[in-house]
């Protein structure tokens, strides 16, 4: 009788995999790897990362934080950089030496954050919520976790 138990709910796994509540594929979490000129009457430039909880529909929208990475401004290529975000954790991006000689949307680079594995774009673009400062967007960094959450 066991066995014919076993074999019965072995019968009706893949349909009950198929079946289970799930949330979407994959995370929404965004990064953007920029350098900002600081606004009206200064002239230094630093660096910085912004992360958006959701993809943005326009980058004129305020990000969930940005945070300094460096003042002045470095070099995102061929170096690691980290930012540490105080309500979400921490994002380490690795980003190609040779990365700033690609055409836009060709892969940079990677990163990670909290154990979510992400791919970085070489990019455009001003991040224009951080007004009156000037941060023009080097690369971006989606998710690449395409994991199916149960819900």
């Not at 009457?41 to 630093?46: F, R």
């Not at 990163?111 to 791919?119: H, K, L």
Request: charged letters at 20%; proline letters at 5%.
């Amino acid at each position: 009788m066991r066995l014919n138990s076993i074999k019965a709910l072995l019968a009706v796994l893949p349909t009950l995999a198929l079946t289970a509540p799930t949330s979407k594929l994959g995370s929404a979490n965004n990064f953007y790897l920029v350098t900002c000129t600081e606004g009206i009457g200064e002239n230094e430039s630093y660096d910085a990362v912004a992360y958006y909880t959701e993809p943005p529909s326009s980058l004129s929208e305020h990000p969930e934080e940005i945070v300094l990475i460096s003042r002045p401004q470095g070099i995102w290529e061929g170096v690691e950089r980290k930012a540490i975000f105080d309500e979400y954790g921490t994002f380490i991006s690795k980003i190609d030496k040779d990365a700033a000689l690609l055409a836009t949307y060709e892969i940079a680079g990677s990163g990670t954050f909290e154990g979510e594995d992400f791919v970085c774009f070489k990019s455009g673009g001003l991040l224009s919520s951080e007004a009156p400062d000037t941060c023009s967007v080097l690369y971006w960094c989606p998710s690449i976790d395409m994991s199916m959450k149960m819900v």
